[in-house]
Each structure stands twice: as structure tokens, then as C-alpha cells.
């Protein structure tokens, strides 16, 4: 079994609830005040101790501004690629006594579940997708903040049961919305964010190789809107004559998870 709340989810923050069997858990990015973090768990009726490790996939704020004070507080350990972890440190932003661990693009065991990570394009120093793997065989990936779906992507989520996956933008939205210049070429650039359309692309293959459960995660506020995420995944799935609820399922992580939203396997 494994056991997925996304808590928090877009550019205002990210934090995602990852429960393996035994209740052994695990928390991707921190990009939420520990206060905030703190309450989302308990509303979600998440024991904190269950928390193992922190798991950071990049050092942008949206996925760290409360890891500090919630790693800490908790004496839970922190994950990322060595130059997600050096920026960490080198900006202050964790301490560098603070209790971390490099990981690298190789299988690790973690005890409870196997890690692999992966690299993704994204403007940071050195950003990591993770897919967890439980004894059974069973796999949840998450990869969000990239400007494209790289061979290296490809691999790594084949074959994943549980995914998240950036649906952040409609193109359309991002080019006649209000953001300046710089930002909307930043944002379509290959080291940016994924558009709707670019994730619904990725979608058939997804599910030909046995993703049950999609969801569509870190979406803009300004520049989408879920129903528009969903449309347009669902518009190309039935190109390919794979229907909704039949095949599998999709969600959008909310921005904040005040529904109880769970997603197992
Ligand atoms: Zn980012
Ligand atoms: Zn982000």
C-alpha cells in the first residue's frame, strides 16, 4: 500500500504526504511554514511522527520556506542532491550542522521503501524528481518544476502506479495574462515549468504502463485553472480512446488540501 495526500501544491507552496506500509512516511518539499505544515498534517489526521524524512526536490522557496524551522523542530532528517543541499546551506536556509543526507541518482534503500531519483530541468542549482518503490513492488513518482519531459523523465516514471506530474500552465493563459516578459519566457523555457498540454502529451504512455492514479500538481494560480488541467489531459486521453474512471484516474492537487484528499494504491 501506499498512501498519498498532497497537502499543499502550486507556487505558493508545496508540500506532498508520501505513507508506505507500517505507517512509515515520508515528506517531499517543505514549501510551507512549519505552523502551516504542522496543521495541514492534523487536519489530515497524520501522525508527525510517522515522518521519516524530508525529501527536497529543489531549493526554490515555493518547496523550502519552512523546512528549517519544521526539520528542526522535529529532528527529522533532510533528502536532496548534493547541489540542492549545498545552495541549502550556502544561503543560509538550513544550517550546516543540520541533519542532512545527499542522495544520488542510484537505488537506495530507505527501509521502508527503495528511492530513486532523478534529474529534472528546472532553473536550480540541482533539481530531483523521486520515485518511491514499496516491497511489493508498487511505485509513486513526483515530478514537478520542469521545462520539459527529458528521456531521463521518460524512464523514470514508466511504469510508476501513483503520479504526480506538473500541469502548471495554459500557454495561452501564461501569454495573454499579466505577467511580465521575462517571467513568461522563463516560465515556457526548457528549464521552466510544464504546460497543460506538454503533461497531457506524456499521459498515454503514463497509462499504458500502468499509472492508475494521476495527479496533476502544482498548477498556477494565474495562469490555470483546474478544470482547464484536467480538460485538456482528458481531451488528448480520448484521442487515444482511454476514458476517465475506466482506465484510470485524474485529480488536480488542490493548493491547499482541505478536503481529506487521499490517493492509494
Ligand atoms: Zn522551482
Ligand atoms: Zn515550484
Do not use: W
Amino acid at each position: 500500500m501506499i498512501k498519498i495526500c498532497p497537502l499543499f501544491s502550486g507556487s505558493s507552496g508545496n508540500c506532498t504526504y508520501a505513507e508506505f506500509e507500517n505507517k512509515d512516511a515520508v515528506i517531499i518539499d517543505c514549501g510551507k511554514s512549519a505552523r502551516q505544515i504542522e496543521k495541514s498534517l492534523h487536519e489530515n489526521n497524520i501522525d508527525i511522527s510517522s515522518v521519516k524524512g524530508i525529501f527536497i526536490t529543489h531549493e526554490h522557496t515555493d518547496h523550502v520556506s519552512g523546512l528549517k524551522v519544521f526539520s528542526k523542530r522535529y529532528g527529522i532528517k533532510i533528502y536532496g542532491s548534493k547541489g540542492t543541499i549545498t545552495n541549502l546551506k550556502d544561503k543560509g536556509i538550513i544550517e550546516n550542522k543540520s541533519n542532512c543526507e545527499i542522495i544520488e541518482k542510484k537505488e537506495t534503500d530507505l527501509g521502508f521503501a527503495s528511492l530513486k531519483a532523478f534529474s529534472i530541468s528546472h532553473d536550480c542549482s540541482e533539481g530531483f524528481g523521486f520515485v518511491f518503490t514499496n516491497k511489493i513492488g508498487e511505485k509513486f513518482a513526483i515530478c514537478t518544476d520542469l521545462g520539459f519531459i527529458s528521456n531521463e523523465v521518460k524512464n523514470a516514471l514508466t511504469g510508476a502506479n501513483i503520479i504526480m506530474l506538473e500541469s502548471n500552465h495554459d500557454v495561452m493563459m501564461l501569454e495573454n495574462g499579466p505577467y511580465p516578459y521575462y517571467l513568461k519566457k522563463r516560465i515556457l523555457s526548457s528549464s521552466g515549468h510544464l504546460s497543460n498540454q506538454d503533461c497531457a502529451e506524456f499521459l498515454p504512455h503514463l497509462i499504458k504502463n500502468g499509472a492508475k492514479n494521476i495527479i496533476l500538481s502544482h498548477l498556477s494560480a494565474h495562469n490555470n485553472v483546474p478544470e482547464l488541467a484536467i480538460e485538456t489531459s482528458v481531451c488528448h486521453l480520448n484521442k487515444f480512446g482511454i476514458s476517465l474512471n475506466k482506465d484510470f484516474n485524474l485529480h488536480v492537487a488542490p493548493k491547499i488540501n482541505t478536503q481529506k484528499l487521499t490517493f492509494s494504491i
